[in-house]
C-alpha cells in the first residue's frame, strides 16, 4: 500500500500536477494534487482510490492477480477494473492536456484514496479536516462503472450501505452432539433460525420498519426502468443462477438499484473440515449487510436490524451484535446537475449513441461524505463495466475502455472549463 501511494504520488508529479502530497490518515494515506492555473473557470475534485480487493481466492486466478497480464482485449489483475484502471486514465488524460497545451480547461484538484474497500474509514475525517483545500464545484469520480459493455451509461444513483456482524455462543466449548444434542441449543440452528427471520417468503425484508421512509418509484421512472435492454435470461446466463429472485412485485433492476435489501455476507461455525465430526458448536457466526435508498438513514436501519435480532434470539444462547466498519447513504445527482448533462452529451459524441442514464446496486460510502462535509454533488464518470469481475477471480479491464475513457475525459474537461 505504501508502495502504491509513492507510486501514484510520482506519477502525478510526473503529469505536472502541482503540490503533490501524501495527506496521512489513521490508515493508509490519500494522494492529493492540484493545478489551479484557470482563476475564472470551474474547479473540480477528481476523485478515486487506489486500494483493492483480496485476491483470494488465489486457485481461481488464471493469471498472477498482481502482475497485469494481457490476454486477447483484456487486461487482467487484482484492481485493473476496481479502481486503477479508471484512475490511471484519469492522470494520463491531465498529463497530456498539460503537455499538449500547458495548462487544463479548468482547475483540477485530485484526491485518491487507499481506503475504499473498508469504507473509507479514515477519508470523512480527512476530509473534514482539509475541506478548505479540497473546495471546488463539484466532484467527478473516476470509481464506479458502466452498467453494459453494449452501451454507454452515466450512472446517477447508488444505493447506501449498512453492515453488521452478529455471533451466538452457547456452550463454553464444542461439545459431543451424541451425549450433549438435544440437552443444549445449537448455536448454528439458532443462527440460522435468526437468518431465516430477516425475509418473508415474498421476499420483503421482515425487520420492523426496515421500510420506512422507503418511497416507490414514480410511474415514469419505472416505464424508463423498463425500457432499458435488459434481460433476465442474459443475466442468469451472465451469472450462473438458476432464477432470478427478490422482492415480490418488483422487476430484477428496480430491486437491484432502487429497492432495499438485507443480505447474509457470511455464515459460519463448528466443523467445517474433510470428513465428519460429531460436534455441538459453541458458537456461530454470521456477517450481514444491508443496501439502502433514499429516506433511510444507515444508524436507524441497524438500530432495528439489533433490536429484530436481540427480539427473536432463542432462549439457551447469547447474542453479541458489532457493527460493521461500512456506512453511507443512498445518492442520487440531480437531472439538472451541469455535469450530468456535459457527461451526457460527451458519452453521445464518443460512443456515437445516446448513454442510458442508470443506477447502481452499489455503494460508494465518500460521496455522502463530500455532499454531507463539502456540500459537494459527485458525478460518477468511470470506464469499468459491470461484468469485469471486480472483487473475485480474474478481475479484468477492456482495453479499449482506457482509449474511450481518456478521449471522454479530455472532452469533458474541455466541455466544463473555458474550452466548452
Known amino acids: 500500500m505504501a508502495r502504491a501511494a509513492g507510486w501514484l504520488a510520482a506519477r502525478l508529479e510526473r503529469a505536472g500536477l502541482e503540490d503533490v502530497a501524501l495527506w496521512p490518515t489513521a490508515g493508509h494515506p490519500a494522494v492529493y494534487g492540484h493545478w489551479l492555473g484557470a482563476p475564472e473557470a470551474r474547479t473540480v475534485l477528481v476523485y478515486g482510490h487506489y486500494d483493492v480487493q483480496p485476491p483470494e481466492p488465489l486457485e481461481l486466478w488464471e493469471t498472477p492477480p498482481f502482475t497485469p497480464t494481457v490476454v486477447g482485449d483484456r487486461l487482467y489483475g487484482r484492481g485493473v477494473s476496481d479502481d486503477k484502471g ?15 497545451q ?18 473509507s474509514a479514515h477519508l470523512g475525517e480527512l476530509v473534514a479536516r482539509r ?57 448454528l440452528h439458532a443462527a440460522a433460525a435468526l437468518v431465516a427471520s430477516l425475509h418473508g417468503e415474498d421476499g420483503r ?35 450462473g443462477a438458476p432464477d432470478v429472485y427478490g422482492e415480490a412485485g418488483y422487476g430484477t433492476l428496480e430491486r437491484q438499484w ?40 444507515p444508524e436507524d436501519v441497524l438500530g432495528k436490524l439489533a433490536a429484530h435480532l436481540r ?22 445527482l440531480a437531472p439538472d446537475h451541469p455535469g450530468r448533462r456535459a457527461a451526457l452529451n460527451v458519452l453521445r459524441d464518443v460512443y456515437g449513441q445516446p ?59 474541455w466541455a466544463l472549463g473555458d474550452g466548452g
Open 355 to 413: 448513454a442510458l442514464e442508470v443506477g447502481m446496486g452499489g455503494s460508494i460510502p465518500i460521496l455522502d461524505t463530500f455532499r454531507s462535509v463539502l456540500g459537494l454533488e459527485t458525478l460518477l464518470f468511470s470506464f469499468a463495466v459491470g461484468d469485469e469481475n471486480i472483487h473475485a477471480p480474474n478481475e479484468f479491464f477492456r482495453i479499449g475502455r482506457l482509449y474511450e475513457g481518456q478521449e471522454a475525459w479530455a472532452r469533458l474537461l
Open 258 to 297: 432502487h429497492r432495499p435489501t438485507a443480505e447474509v455476507n457470511g455464515l459460519w461455525g463448528g466443523y467445517t473440515g474433510e470428513g465428519s465430526k460429531t460436534v455441538l458448536p459453541a458458537e456461530a457466526h454470521v456477517k450481514l449487510s444491508c443496501r439502502l435508498v433514499p429516506g433511510q438513514d
Open 205 to 239: 425484508v421482515a425487520v420492523p420498519g426496515f421500510y420506512d421512509g422507503v418511497a416507490e418509484l414514480p410511474a415514469e421512472e419505472r416505464a424508463a426502468l423498463a425500457a432499458l435492454p435488459h434481460s433476465d435470461a442474459a443475466y442468469l446466463d451472465q451469472t
Open 86 to 100: 479508471p484512475l490511471l486514465l484519469t492522470v494520463q488524460v491531465l498529463g497530456a492536456l498539460l503537455a499538449a
Open 131 to 187: 475541506a478548505a483545500e479540497l473546495r471546488a464545484d463539484f466532484v467527478i469520480s473516476a470509481d464506479g462503472g458502466m452498467w453494459s459493455a453494449d452501451f454507454p451509461s452515466l450512472t446517477v444513483s447508488g444505493r447506501g450501505i449498512a453492515a453488521m456482524e452478529f455471533s451466538v455462543y452457547g456452550p463454553a466449548r464444542d461439545l459431543h452432539s451424541g451425549r450433549h444434542g438435544g440437552g443444549l441449543h445449537n448455536p
Open 311 to 332: 427480539a427473536r434470539t432463542p432462549p439457551g444462547v447469547r447474542l453479541e451484535l458489532r457493527p460493521g466498519d461500512h456506512t453511507g447513504r443512498a445518492y442520487a
Open 102 to 119: 500547458g495548462r487544463l480547461p479548468l482547475n483540477v484538484k485530485v484526491l485518491f484514496e487507499g481506503e475504499e474497500e473498508v469504507g
